[in-house]
């Protein structure tokens, strides 16, 4: 990445780096006078996906400069992304929360005045809901609830044991999300909502250290089988695996398959097992999240020379 020192007194270089769910290069020029986007996507979504404002990461940035209460002069973005969309991966949730941190490092002195904590709220309201945005933000396991209280969301981390790795399994067709939720009932039995409850709890456990559980802690019975009319492939799919011993779900609201690559089922195995058509990842957990990686952005401006000293910045949100 080649250092950019901006002629406007408030903007940086930035970008999302890595094998990332989205890497994003963008600035600011300074001689455009409007507020107009121009994006570049490769990678999935480069055919389909919108190239203007409404990009998902240029929205989200636009709400953050708007919290912030700053206006850039344009911007130039270019994404390459890796993470299938429609698939219950949480594309949205890793775009969202890449476009908000993004923008904050390009505002002198945004760390300080958007914590972490204001942005996982602006993210759960553009996410509309705040499991995955969570995650995206803190990484590994994240616990997250509204509280009651209205003291804002609540997130725990859970830290890992040892090294978990998965197999995720992307059918060739995605599921739009909200057909999918829209074939949950309003109302679940108590017995099935208790049992998972306590299998929520189990785990948690689990994923510290006792791999042994994952199975039993990944049994559901609150969403998979009402969605099953919807990917009948992905469930039957999941339903073999689980026959097998392997600790295997939908993931978030399908139709990708997520599989826990424990003793005796190795990563490299797993993925082997893949229907005709269907692409398997085999995936550590990463546990850092989003989070600036190279490059800095002063968090106070400098008075003697009313601008950044940023030369680039680099975010990356696995």
């Not at 780096?17 to 890497?23: A, E, G, K, L, T």
């Not at 509280?147 to 997130?155: C, E, F």
């Not at 490059?295 to 003697?304: S, T």
Request: aromatic share 4%.
């Amino acid at each position: 990445m080649s250092s950019h020192r901006p002629a406007a007194p408030t903007w940086a270089r930035a970008s999302t780096h890595s094998d990332s769910p989205c890497r994003c290069t963008t600035s600011s020029p300074a001689r455009s006078s409007t507020t107009a986007s121009d994006v570049v996507v490769e990678g999935v979504g480069a055919e389909e996906l919108t190239l203007d404002e409404s990009h998902l990461v240029v929205s989200s940035m636009r709400a953050t400069f708007n919290v912030l209460g700053v206006s850039p002069p344009g911007l130039r973005l270019r994404c390459r992304n890796v993470v299938p969309h429609g698939m219950g991966l949480g594309s949205s949730a890793a775009a969202i929360v890449g476009g908000i941190v993004l923008a904050r490092a390009l505002v002198l002195d945004g760390v300080r005045r958007l914590d972490d904590a204001a942005v996982l709220g602006l993210a759960a309201r553009i996410e509309g809901h705040r499991d995955n945005v969570a995650a995206a933000l803190c990484g590994g396991m994240t616990i997250a609830l509204a509280d009651d209280d209205a003291r804002g969301i609540q997130v725990a981390r859970v830290e890992l044991g040892e090294r978990l790795g998965v197999v995720v399994f992307v059918p060739p067709a995605p599921v739009p999300t909200s057909l999918a939720r829209g074939l949950l009932p309003e109302n679940v039995p108590h017995r099935a909502a208790a049992a998972n409850a306590g299998r929520a709890a189990l785990l948690v456990a689990a994923v510290q250290g006792d791999r042994a559980q994952l199975f039993v802690a990944t049994r559901d019975e609150l969403h998979q089988h009402y969605r099953e009319p919807a990917m009948p492939q992905s469930y039957a799919f999941m339903s073999a695996l689980r026959d097998r011993g392997v600790p295997a779900i939908i993931s978030g609201a399908g139709p990708a398959v997520l599989a826990f690559a424990v003793e005796p089922f190795g990563g490299e195995e797993l993925s082997t097992h893949a229907p005709a058509q269907w692409r398997a990842h085999v995936l550590d957990v990463d546990t850092a999240g989003a989070r600036v990686v190279a490059g800095a952005v002063h968090p106070e401006p400098d008075p003697a020379r009313n601008r950044s000293d940023a030369e680039g910045v680099t975010v990356d949100n696995k």
